[in-house]
């Protein structure tokens, strides 16, 4: 998907609107040009109306599927401040969900209201700490009993997951370590981040935790393409909830 672009359209939509036009517009110049010195005058207005019509269709096409989607310092900006703050917290809600009831598959529903009236219907909350125009948001996320704090850093395309353990002292690092490395594999293994552990005192509330940083590059029009977007946003779902039963299961705490 060419995601840079104002529409998205297949490449043959482009290929055929396009040659239609241009072989309309051709056409069209040939039957004037051909009538021009003759008296048919009802054939040349016909052909000069088409070939003004073509024209004008074929410079609308071609600003519609090869103009560029704003990719300025605000524009970009704003596109971070959207996906962390609308398409996260929004895709996040379902990390705790009750099972819909079982239907025969025509019965399910799939409209967009739909998807609004599940969401809001969903146990799990979400609440998010950032400062406008910056490139990263603090989530904090009440599901399944527990209350998980994690950060997403957006620089373009450069993306970083950053999870919150609450811990004591630098020797409580190892041990997280060891017993989440099943749940960090679903990240490093599967997906490919590269990941790094850190003892710190954090600013978001002074008190101390053990972080693990898991960082990737994805595509670099990864804030212009949906389907990027939608792909880690979900991604990202499944690998917390994961993560959350994980902990329940080895006795970690989450929060202070």
Not at 28 to 33: A, G, Q, R, Y
Not at 110 to 119: F, H, M, R, T, V
């Amino acid at each position: 998907m060419d995601s840079k672009n104002f529409i998205y359209t297949p490449i043959w939509v482009r290929v055929l609107s396009i040659g239609a036009l241009t072989i309309t517009l051709l056409m069209s110049l040939f039957v004037t040009w051909y009538y021009l010195e003759t008296d048919k005058e009802t054939w040349l207005l016909v052909a000069l109306s088409l070939a003004q019509v073509s024209a004008s269709g074929l410079a609308f096409a071609l600003v519609v599927f090869y103009s560029s989607k704003d990719a300025g310092l605000s524009g970009l900006q704003q596109k971070t401040n959207v996906f962390l703050c609308r398409i996260l917290p929004r895709t996040l809600l379902f990390i705790d969900f009750p099972n819909p009831p079982l239907l025969d598959w025509k019965g399910a529903k799939i409209s967009k209201k739909q998807i609004k009236k599940d969401l809001s219907s969903s146990p799990t909350r979400v609440s998010i700490q950032k400062i406008s125009g910056g490139n990263s948001a603090l989530y904090v996320i009440k599901a399944m009993g527990e209350n998980l704090s994690f950060r997403v850093q957006v620089n373009v395309w450069e993306l970083t997951i950053s999870y919150y353990f609450p811990a004591k002292s630098e020797s409580d690092l190892d041990r997280l370590r060891s017993k989440l490395e099943w749940a960090m594999s679903r990240f490093t293994k599967i997906v490919g981040y590269k990941e790094s552990w850190y003892f710190s005192s954090e600013d978001f509330d002074q008190k101390s935790y053990v972080s693990v940083h898991l960082t990737k590059d994805f595509d670099s029009d990864f804030l212009d393409d949906d389907r990027q977007k939608l792909n880690f946003a979900q991604d990202l779902t499944a690998s917390t909830r994961s993560l959350i039963k994980e902990c329940k299961a080895q006795g970690i705490a989450l929060s202070h």
